[in-house]
């Protein structure tokens, strides 16, 4: 996959990552739960790729069977990989009840020192003798109280380590985030960025489609940098302003632009913001609309 990007390292993480390696130790799973866009997905996939370990991220749903599970867990076990069963808590409680027997099952041979990397090792699970490797992992991840949801049986429960993701650090991971895009001053910039989605989300008005959690916050930020890479010139501050204006101005109402606008400027009052020449876009868009006939 080549160098790819990795998370920015916070005690969050940390503490994720602690529990995961510690549940592992004792041949147990671990179960990050918090609200969406905490990262509990992304910090076990991160830690799979720090120890060099192939993860399957799995969508669970009310459609999951105890079949498309045991098939899932047969070949983990062969490939000696994990799996990040993501919204674990959607499927129906008759099936998890069946999971955890399952999982059971695999715990007790890794336990007994079934498992090996050699392939000659075996257990016998679903009445097939198969190899189990020792890198063998199941984690899941859930969203709790929302609609929909169900509670784990406490069979199931006891074969997964928990910990709480809550808020991420935003200041923290945009700094480093900016720093690691190129930005010379991003220490300045993120506490500016962080207050900005801050303000945005008390004073703007209420929709469904506004998103200033921790998702459009990383998009923001790439978007950031490739466009510090493309204008090398142009001044920071800048950069940022016309990264935040691009990502978020196309899904505001008409009513929270000037408001959205009003926070830019105090936020960044020696900036001067310049508008950016969609002139050619334009004409091509009025060219094609005379095209088509429309």
């Known amino acids: 996959m080549g ?43 991160d830690l799979a790729k720090a120890i ?24 983990l076990c062969q490939q000696g990989a994990w799996t990040c069963l993501d919204e674990f808590n959607r499927i129906g409680v008759e099936v998890l009840s069946v999971i955890a027997q399952q999982l059971q099952q695999i715990r007790e041979a890794l336990l007994s020192g079934k498992a090996a990397d050699d392939g ?27 609609a929909g949801r169900t509670e784990l049986p406490d069979n199931l429960k006891v074969l997964f ?11 923290l991971i945009a700094e480093i985030m900016l720093f690691a895009e190129g930005f010379g001053n991003g220490t300045e910039l993120s506490k500016k960025m962080v207050q900005l989605y801050k303000l945005s989300s008390e004073q703007l008005s209420q929709q469904q489609h ?31 302003i016309r990264a935040m204006r691009d ?27 310049v508008n950016p020449d969609y002139t050619n876009l334009l004409v091509q868009i009025k060219k094609s609309i005379v095209k088509l006939g429309w």
């Not at 390292?9 to 609200?35: E, F, M, Q, Y």
């Not at 959690?213 to 923001?220: E, T």
């Not at 990502?247 to 960044?268: E, T």
Request: glycine share 6%; with cysteine.
């Open 3 to 45: 160098a790819t990007s990795r998370l920015v390292i916070t005690p969050l993480t940390d503490r994720c990552w602690i529990t995961i390696s510690g549940a592992l130790h004792i041949k147990l799973g671990a179960n990050p739960a918090g609200p969406a866009g905490t990262g509990k997905t992304e910090s076990t996939k």
């Open 52 to 75: 060099a370990v192939l993860c399957i991220v799995f969508n669970c749903s009310d459609q999951v069977d105890y079949k498309m599970m045991q098939r899932l867990f047969s070949g």
């Open 120 to 146: 000659k090792s075996t257990f016998v699970f679903a009445d097939k003798s198969i190899p189990l490797k020792t890198a063998f992992g199941c984690h899941v991840t859930m969203n709790p109280g929302y």
């Open 161 to 171: 380590r928990p910990v709480s993701m809550m808020i991420p650090n935003y200041g």
């Open 210 to 240: 506004y998103d200033f959690g921790m998702r459009a916050v990383k998009s923001v930020l790439v978007m950031a940098g490739a466009l510090k890479r493309a204008n090398m010139d142009m001044q920071e501050d800048a950069v940022l």
């Open 247 to 273: 990502a978020n101005v196309p899904k505001f109402l008409k009513d929270d632009l000037p408001l959205f606008a009003a926070i830019i400027q105090d936020l960044f009052p020696t900036v001067e913001i």
